[in-house]
């Protein structure tokens, strides 16, 4: 017969040694979840933020500006970061503005009043980056509740943020938060986007500010009254009645062909003209919608010339969008006879338009007859007329009968197109 084992318990030594070894991984498991649970929050917050970034591109892209600071909690899909609290949203106050329907916010603009700089200590005397033209920042206040970057706000002028390397200490750059200034390490969560990155998401086309002639009309020596008008789109206008944007021509010797005249819009003053415009002051360009070309020309050649419109980007600065186009204007020799008598005018602006003859407004398709042959031509002293809405309403530009002569005449048959820069021939 088998002798019975006795059981034995645990010795207090023994229990004494279990409960140390719980004890330490009690302390091991409650250290580590604190870590896990900020590190958590931190990648929830950052596709938080990447989330309403996208959220402003796509507003950008709809409504042709930024949120302003008002309209960023409603535009955003989630407003607060993963510790509940509210995310700060700081952009350029020309942003979010559209001042006319002309001017759009973003689409139209180079440059912005925001900066951030990004600092490897709390000097910042040797910023590790610098970076212009922010078209909005978005910050986290990050697990210590403390906005250390900076506040919601619309900047308009020259505005530069600090963003830091994650834990330098004794930062706080915004006092506005609950507590007041509390210098402590750096943890603030932040992203920035550029306004070239935010033109290319939204899908801004073009250049910013354009000149938008290809060519100018030819003209002939001692013969028909010259008339073209030169335009420009885009950018930044001016929101001065008809001194949308200010406009230098350049040319050596800088003066115009002889016997023209290049006009304001409103016929009030003569477009500068200059040897070398990009050094001349702007306060010495002169401010217009169009460059207005007419006279009797009486000379005769090819004479090279290029326009430079600028905008309003930056009103007290040299940022300002500028743009340039050489255009060649020929004046022939000989002048021809004007056979018509009336012109027939087809619609080649690209799309179905509201024209005025005569005084009768009517919606012409793209590459149809605007005039009535043989009873509603353009005749001599005559004018047709262009508009944004049925009824004629909101006058676009218009051409004249000395436009349509000069059009014509490489073929004297009385057919000419109206296009979205001025007269050609048919």
């Known amino acids: 017969m088998e002798p019975l084992t006795k059981n034995k318990g645990l010795t207090l030594i023994e229990l004494a040694v279990v409960l140390v070894v719980i004890g330490i991984l009690i ?21 938080i933020i990447d989330a309403a970034a996208e959220s402003l591109i796509s507003y950008a892209s709809s409504n042709k500006r930024l949120p302003t600071t008002t309209e960023f909690t409603s535009a955003v899909r989630n407003p607060k970061d993963a ?51 922010v078209a909005f920042i978005i910050i986290s206040s990050g697990a210590n509740n403390n906005n250390q970057t900076a506040g919601t706000q619309a900047v308009s002028s020259a505005t530069t943020v600090s963003v830091y390397d994650v834990d330098v ?49 030819a003209g002939f020596r001692d013969a028909t009254v010259y008339d073209a008008t030169v335009f420009a789109k885009g950018g930044v206008p001016f929101t001065t009645t008809n001194q949308s944007y200010r406009w230098c021509i350049q040319r ?40 207005v070309i007419s006279g009797s020309p009486n000379e005769s050649g090819s004479f090279n010339l290029t326009f430079f ?35 027939r005018v087809w619609n080649a602006t690209g799309a179905a338009r509201i024209f005025r003859l005569d005084s009768v407004c009517s919606s012409v398709g793209n590459n149809q007859e605007i005039t009535v ?30 436009q ?16 979205t820069t001025g007269v050609t021939n048919r």
């Open 169 to 217: 200490a004794g930062i706080d750059n915004y006092a506005g938060d609950i507590g007041g200034t509390r210098t402590e390490p750096y943890d603030d969560l932040v992203k920035w986007t550029t306004l070239n990155e935010l033109r290319t998401k939204a899908g801004c086309a073009g250049p910013q500010l354009e000149i938008v002639n290809n060519d100018l009309p």
């Open 27 to 47: 302390t091991l498991g409650v250290s580590l979840i604190g870590p896990l649970t900020k590190r958590v929050k931190i990648n929830q917050t950052n596709d």
């Open 252 to 291: 050596t010797p800088a003066t115009a062909p002889s016997n023209l005249t290049f006009r304001n819009t409103a016929n009030t003053a003569n477009i500068v003209f200059s040897t070398d415009c990009s050094a001349l002051a702007e306060a010495s360009w002169t401010q217009s919608n169009t460059v």
């Open 83 to 133: 510790w509940t609290k509210s995310l700060f949203y700081v952009t350029d106050t020309n942003l979010t503005t559209i001042t006319s329907p002309a001017v759009e916010a973003v689409c139209g603009r180079s440059t912005t009043n925001l900066t951030v700089q990004t600092c490897p200590d709390a000097a910042c005397a040797s910023p590790t980056n610098t970076i212009p033209n």
């Open 404 to 419: 349509a002569v000069n059009a014509d005449a490489l073929d004297n048959d009385c057919q000419v197109n109206y296009e």
């Open 373 to 402: 042959d043989p009873t509603r031509l353009l005749n001599s002293g005559e004018i047709i007329e262009r508009f944004t809405t049925a009824g004629c309403v909101g006058l676009v530009d218009s051409i004249t009968f000395n």
């Open 309 to 343: 419109a600028r905008d309003n980007n930056d009103p007290a600065g040299t940022s300002d969008n500028i743009a340039q186009k050489l255009l060649v204007l020929t004046i022939h020799q000989v002048a021809r006879s004007t056979g018509c008598s009336g012109f």
